[in-house]
């Protein structure tokens, strides 16, 4: 079982930033890969950046429509994943989700809203 818990959400201006964190407990050594996924309302759940374990900036994958403005990164010491959003948008309006891979299971977070006003 991976327990995950999500903060660093709120409410920004139009080209303001947020870091989202993402703490990860249980058996987190069988973790393959992390990410970000957000849902606005009326909308599916989309992907947002995922990294996979050990893996190198290379690896990292990102939505056409945040690349070049968010940032993932992982701190395996802390067991945290991060979400830095810059250059933030309305559009980037949702709730924010990690999500963990561990033994082909997915593990999901409660959710931290981030709202975005123009």
């Known amino acids: 079982q991976v327990h995950l818990v999500e903060s660093g959400g709120g409410l920004v201006q139009a080209g303001g930033s947020l870091r989202l964190s993402c703490k990860a407990s249980?058996?987190?050594?069988?973790?393959?890969?992390m990410g970000w996924y957000r849902q606005a309302p009326g909308k599916q759940r989309e992907l947002v950046a995922s990294?996979?374990?050990?893996?190198?900036?290379?690896?990292?994958n990102y939505a056409r429509s945040v690349k070049g403005r968010f940032a993932i990164s992982r701190d395996y010491a802390k067991n945290t994943m991060y979400l830095q959003m810059n250059s933030l948008k309305p559009d980037d309006t949702a709730v924010y989700y990690c999500?963990?891979?561990?033994?082909?299971?997915?593990?999901w977070g409660q959710g931290t809203q981030v709202t975005v006003s123009s």
């Open positions: 249980g058996i987190v050594f069988n973790i393959r890969t």
């Open positions: 999500n963990a891979v561990a033994s082909e299971i997915a593990y």
């Open positions: 990294i996979p374990t050990g893996g190198s900036a290379n690896y990292e």
